[in-house]
C-alpha cells in the first residue's frame, strides 16, 4: 500500500459546479497536510496547508482533514476554467524543511465553460 | 514567497550523457530541495541540499548518479549523470517559504528527455 493515495483522474465539471478532490494515506505520523496546484508546464504552487484534524477555509476554496479516517479533502466552490489544472495533495509529520513532504499522484481537473 | 529561475526549461539529450540543471533564488534559503516528477508518478525528493555540506540523498538515489552542488545560499545545481531513457522526467527544484513554514515555492521544472 502506498502511503499516499490519490485518484488521477481527470475530473471533468461544467464551470460553476462544486469540486471534491481526495487523497487517503497510511502513515498516522502525518500532521500537516497541504494542496498544491500544477498548471501543465508549472511547478506546483501551495493552495491550502492545514494541521491535524479540521477544516479551513480560503476564498472558494476549503480542505478538510479527518485523521481518524485518515483521509483528506479539497473541495472547490463555483469552479471556473481557470481552476483547471492537476491538484496534487502533500503531508509530513513535521513542519519544517526537515520533515521530508510526501504528494499524492495528483488528479488532473478540467472546468468546462 | 521566493521566487525561483530553474534552467533549462526543456531538453533532449543523447543516452550516456549528462545534463546539468540549474537553480537560482531570489532570496537567500538554508536548503534547497531537488524533486522528480515522472509520468503518472508522485513528485518524489532525491535530495536536500544545505550549503557547505554534502547534499542528503533519498532512499534510491545516489550521488554518483545525481551529484548536487550548492556553492551559496541563493543557488544549487543537479547534475543526471549517464542518462538512460528511465531518467526522462520533470526535475524541480524547491526551498521553504519561509523557515519552519509548510509551504514550499517551486520552480516551473526541467522537462527532460532521453533517447
Known amino acids: 500500500q502506498k502511503e499516499v493515495e490519490q485518484d488521477p483522474g481527470p475530473l471533468s465539471v461544467p464551470e460553476g459546479a462544486i469540486v471534491s478532490l481526495n487523497c487517503t494515506y497510511s502513515n498516522s505520523a502525518f500532521q500537516y497536510f497541504m494542496w498544491y496546484r500544477q498548471y501543465s508546464r508549472k511547478g506546483p504552487e501551495l493552495l491550502m496547508y492545514t494541521y491535524s484534524s479540521g477544516n479551513k477555509e480560503d476564498g472558494r476554496f476549503t480542505a478538510q482533514v479527518d485523521k481518524s479516517s485518515k483521509y483528506i479533502s479539497l473541495f472547490i466552490r463555483d469552479s471556473q476554467p481557470s481552476d483547471s489544472a492537476t491538484y496534487l495533495c502533500a503531508m509530513s509529520a513535521g513542519n519544517s524543511g526537515y520533515s521530508t513532504l510526501t504528494f499524492g499522484k495528483g488528479t488532473m481537473l478540467l472546468v468546462s465553460p | 514567497s521566493a521566487v525561483i529561475s530553474q534552467k533549462p526549461s526543456r531538453d533532449i539529450c543523447q543516452r550516456g550523457t549528462s545534463l546539468t540543471i540549474q537553480c537560482q533564488v531570489d532570496s537567500q534559503v538554508t536548503m534547497m530541495f531537488w524533486y522528480r516528477q515522472q509520468p503518472g508518478q508522485s513528485l518524489t525528493l532525491i535530495a536536500t541540499a544545505n550549503q557547505g555540506s554534502e547534499a542528503t540523498y533519498e532512499s534510491g538515489f545516489v550521488i554518483d548518479k545525481f551529484p548536487i552542488s550548492r556553492p551559496n545560499l541563493t543557488f544549487s545545481t543537479l547534475t543526471v549523470s549517464n542518462m538512460s531513457p528511465e531518467d526522462s522526467s520533470i526535475y524541480l527544484c524547491?526551498?521553504?517559504?519561509?523557515?519552519?513554514?509548510?509551504?514550499?515555492?517551486f520552480g516551473s521544472g526541467t522537462r527532460l528527455t532521453v533517447v
Open positions: 524547491s526551498v521553504e517559504d519561509s523557515p519552519g513554514s509548510y509551504g514550499y515555492t
